[in-house]
């Protein structure tokens, strides 16, 4: 065991993993969130590896000959022998790498190819990476735009290699703007839609779904619950607090006025006293002395 991980170092350090290259938020986002969905859909099968980033080098004794997709997926491999390589080598792991995806990023195309414009980096990007994956025998080349097309009209290209020859994957546009089309490799409708790029069993399917993305939203839920929780708390405390305060009163208007029939009732009794003493049968006037 220690003789074949050191046999896999000592390749790894020939044919080493890429450097991350600078990408923007969208780019990343994009990236993760297939890589993420697509290695959820196939964490049940031991055989499909879903990588990211990952250099892949297609001939034996030349690193020079290497790629590095945005995402990458590999049927008949053993998934679990390959969690800790820094790259994947065609002639080492075997396997068949069924689909590429490439994100078109304008970050990228200036930071690589800066004396280019735009539109022909974007050319020789895609005649080399052409190139590379019939050499490797890709089966199929998926690109997308995050711009919406700011970077390629077509949003969304798919391409199948058949004979050594990349043939175009039928893509249409739906009445809700969304780009679809079906990859035969993964078995999956492919659609971009609302700046996102989607995954479904079958187009009346709900998409793939990303379970970081469902975490957060539940968290969110949950914090929403939380926070109205809260505010139903403060409102029935103050609810409590306003109703005590409308018994406090009510009681001392009770009582006050307990108070002011109470004294009504002795100022009557006074006046009647006084009324009964003050007159002359009451208060006869004794005769005088002598």
Known sequence: MT??????????????????????CQHHRVRSDVAMVLEQHFSSRGDVLVASNLNVYHREGD?????????????????????YIESYRTFQHGGLPVFVL???????????????????????DLDYKRAAYTAI??????????????L????????????GHWTPIAVTVDNDGAWRGRSGALDLDIAWYDDELLFYKDRRDEPLPNLARSLAALRAAEAS??????????????????????????KARREAEAEAAALAVENARL????????SPEANPTPDPPG
């Open 102 to 124: 490439e994100v078109l990023e304008h970050e990228s195309v200036l930071a690589e190819m800066a004396y280019l414009r735009e539109a022909e980096y974007l050319r020789e």
């Open 271 to 278: 006046r009647e006293l006084l009324r009964n003493h003050g």
């Open 152 to 163: 390629h009209p077509e949003v969304l290209q798919g391409e199948r290699l058949h004979d």
């Open 3 to 24: 003789e074949t991980r050191t046999r896999l170092d000592e390749l790894g350090a020939f044919y080493p993993g890429g450097e991350p290259l600078p990408e923007s």
């Open 63 to 83: 690193p020079a000959a290497v790629v590095e997709p945005d995402v990458l997926v590999v049927t008949g491999v053993a998934v679990a022998e390959l969690r």
């Open 225 to 250: 619950r939380r926070a109205a929780e809260a505010g139903c708390r403060a409102t029935e405390a103050t609810c409590r607090a306003e109703r005590n305060a409308r018994l406090t009163e009510q």
């Open 137 to 150: 025998g890709v089966a199929e080349y998926w690109r997308v735009d995050p711009t919406g097309g700011e």
